[in-house]
């Protein structure tokens, strides 16, 4: 009874545990926290269990029953409420994580890439400072040396209808030759590069070196002494000879407050300044008012009032069947254009040229002139022989480029402009047409300035040479060969100096004149030629600017290529200088002339390929720069020598230039000869001062223009 009694008790006891909704909620909430538990706990695939957080712990009721206090506690719920947090963070962070990742491994790409990328780029950086380093040696060697380098020999030999230095300025097709080069030496090898950057620098030697000043102090003072003794010794002799018979017809009576009689021995000169001085400043005068006035009526028919004046002008002065000759020969030439073959063209030219160069024709073409006076024979073949190279130059450049239709009338406005019409110099027709057919050019600042500075320095050169013939008989002396063996050394070797210094200087008075005019009319003409003391190369020396840019543009770069190679290069001079023999009218002289000056060319070129040779090359490459500077300036005193020499056979005679020759080489070796040489030497290496100088503020300039 007792045990039935307690069991039902028990029972009922039991019962109502199930019905009190406080202890089954209780169980329930213990069961939820027991199967999280066990949900929460997991096994790895190597068998490790995962230990759980005491937050997770389950609070299991007592076994004697759940206190509603404890499953309602506080504490119940703030545990509760901080493991669903931690399981969001938990999340969260597993997505943060994972994103982290992928983004590093992008960034670990990215490094990589970035890496390759900037190995090649330093890659590349390098070949192209080799590459740069390359071309500016190569430009310095342009700029300065051009006759020692293959590039520069672009530019032909010389006097007065020589080569002139070519350049891109004047070129149209000097950046695609850069190009061009830059290309090539883009494919070639690292190991050549290198070996091209150490030639390069060898022969740069010399170029940007400065010498001590108390050296180039010595050097001025040599050359001034020696220049003033040479002086002195002219001054004498003239003064001795100027009552000589041999003189009387070149020694005349000059300027009566001077008292002295004057040398008047270059009938162009004293024609132009004196007999003829009012007729060209009536004309070139005339074409300044009359261009002044219809750039302000008409500008864009300035072109057409320019041809119309010019054509007046010859009408005038030379007759009415010479300007139909003319008309004649430019028609032929523009039919020849129109068939677009270029070599036709130039053999035409050619052949038109010689028409007004060899017997017969050029006695029948010259009877076309109307009248007689002093300067007709000058007149007929200046404007003759310009007119055709004009021509020649209008139907090249129609060939060139076809799509641009040139007519005659452009060709007769190129030809009949008055300035360059008689003396030149020449202007390709290309360049020409694209400055004349700017409708409104504007002038630069500063231009009319310049353009006043130059006329004035031209009167002031003129006076000066007719004050100079009063006292230095420089162009009569060498006439007479007994005077002038009485000579000293040293006053023969100055007066054969001065005879080149003054052709130069006439060549520069009558270029500048008349490029005032051109400047005046809107025009950037070829610039006077370099001062012949300033040069010690075969490949600058030139005369005639105009001239030398249509040689070079036409027949010596065609040919001649990069002026690297002996063949070509060898091609190249002899066709420019037969060409240059036919302008300057055939004759035995002229043979000799054009052959020594195409000898000097080229021996330059082969004197450069030398050097190149490998066991030269490292000898040069052993010395200081300074003392390369030194043997540079000594070849080129013995160069500066043989371009007088050579030119003297045609400005004065071959007589004399022989007598030069035996007193400085034979009769006065060793003394004369190396006294001559040593004062050379000083002045090529203050001329070489001067490049320096020059390029170094060239260089200031342009680093000043890339920094703004």
Not at 123 to 146: D, G, N, W
Not at 412 to 439: C, E
């Amino acid at each position: 009874m007792d045990k039935g009694s307690s069991g039902t008790e028990d029972h009922s006891a039991y019962t109502k545990f199930l019905e009190d909704p406080i202890q089954t909620k209780s169980l329930a909430s213990a069961g939820d926290h027991v199967g999280r538990l066990g949900s929460s706990r997991s096994v790895t695939s190597l068998g490790h269990t995962l230990v759980e957080s005491a937050l997770t712990w389950p609070s299991l009721p007592s076994p004697h029953g759940a206190s509603p206090r404890f499953s309602d506690s506080p504490e119940q719920k703030s545990w509760q409420t901080q493991v669903t947090e931690f399981k969001a963070l938990w999340q969260a962070a597993e997505v943060e994580r994972d994103r982290l990742t992928e983004f590093v491994t992008v960034l670990q790409k990215r490094v990589e890439e970035s890496n390759s990328k900037l190995l090649e780029s330093e890659k590349k950086l390098q070949e192209e400072r080799q590459r740069t380093v390359v071309l500016e040696q190569h430009l310095e060697k342009m700029r300065l040396e051009p006759g020692r380098t293959s590039v520069s020999q672009k530019a032909a030999s010389r006097s007065k209808t020589g080569l002139p230095t070519s350049n891109t300025r004047h070129n149209p097709n000097g950046s695609e030759r850069k190009d061009s080069s830059f290309t090539q030496l883009s494919n070639v090898p690292m190991e050549s590069q290198m070996e091209e950057l150490t030639t390069s620098a060898i022969e740069a030697m010399g170029i940007r070196t400065t010498l001590p000043t108390a050296e180039l102090g010595l050097y001025s003072l040599v050359l001034s002494g020696a220049l003033a003794y040479a002086g002195r010794g002219l001054l004498e002799a003239s003064q001795d000879g100027a009552h000589r018979k041999a003189f009387r017809e070149s020694v005349r009576p000059g300027w009566e407050y001077i008292g002295r009689k004057m040398d008047v021995a270059d009938f162009e000169w004293v024609m132009w300044f004196t007999s003829f001085r009012n007729v060209i400043v009536f004309a070139l005068s005339g074409h300044v008012l009359f261009a002044k006035l219809c750039t302000m009526v008409a500008p864009q028919l300035r072109s057409w009032m320019y041809a119309v004046y010019g054509a007046l002008a010859v009408l005038g002065t030379m007759g009415p069947w010479y300007l139909l000759l003319l008309f004649g020969h430019c028609v032929s030439l523009y039919v020849a254009s129109l068939l677009g073959q270029p070599w036709l063209c130039l053999g035409l030219g050619l052949v038109s040229l010689a028409s007004f160069k060899l017997d017969p024709l050029i006695s029948w073409q010259s009877g076309f002139v109307t009248g007689t006076f002093d300067l007709q024979e000058v007149l007929f073949h200046g404007g003759s022989g310009f007119t055709v190279l004009r021509c020649t130059s209008f139907a090249l450049e129609s060939c060139a480029h076809p799509d641009r239709r040139y007519s005659l009338a452009d060709l007769l406005k190129y030809n009949f402009y008055l300035p360059f019409f008689f003396f030149g110099p020449i202007m390709t027709f290309d360049r020409f047409h694209a400055q004349m057919s700017q409708v409104e050019p504007v002038r630069q600042e500063g231009e009319l300035w310049r353009i006043r500075a130059q006329a004035g320095l031209s009167v002031v050169t003129i006076i000066a040479v007719d004050i100079f013939f009063h006292f230095f008989y420089i162009l009569t002396i060498p006439s007479d060969l007994k005077f002038a063996n009485r000579l000293p050394d040293s006053a023969l070797a100055g007066l054969a100096y001065s005879n080149l210094v003054y052709d130069w200087v006439k060549a520069a008075v009558l270029f500048g004149v008349v490029n005032t005019v051109a400047r005046l009319d809107h025009l950037d003409p070829p610039q006077p030629p370099k001062c012949i003391t300033a040069l010690y190369v075969f490949a600058e020396t030139h005369f005639d600017r105009g001239i030398n840019d249509w040689l070079c543009k036409y027949v010596y770069d065609h040919i001649g290529g990069e002026h690297s190679e002996v063949i070509p290069e060898l091609g190249a001079t002899v066709a420019t200088f037969a060409i240059t023999t036919l302008w300057l009218g055939p004759c035995d002289i002229v043979y000799l002339w054009s052959f020594l000056n195409c000898f000097g060319l080229n021996f330059e070129l082969w004197v450069q390929k030398l050097a190149e040779w490998g066991p030269l090359a490292q000898i040069e490459a052993s010395l200081s720069e300074q003392m390369s500077r030194r043997v540079r300036a000594l070849f080129g005193a013995m160069n500066f020598w043989a371009i007088i020499m050579y030119n003297l056979v045609s400005l004065n005679s071959l007589e004399f230039t022989e007598l030069v020759a035996r007193r400085l080489l034979l009769t006065g070796f060793p003394q004369t000869t190396l006294a001559v040489l040593f004062v050379t030497y000083c002045g090529v290496q203050l001329v070489k001062e001067r490049e320096r100088t020059m390029a170094l503020e060239e260089d200031q300039k342009q680093d000043k223009e890339k920094l703004e």
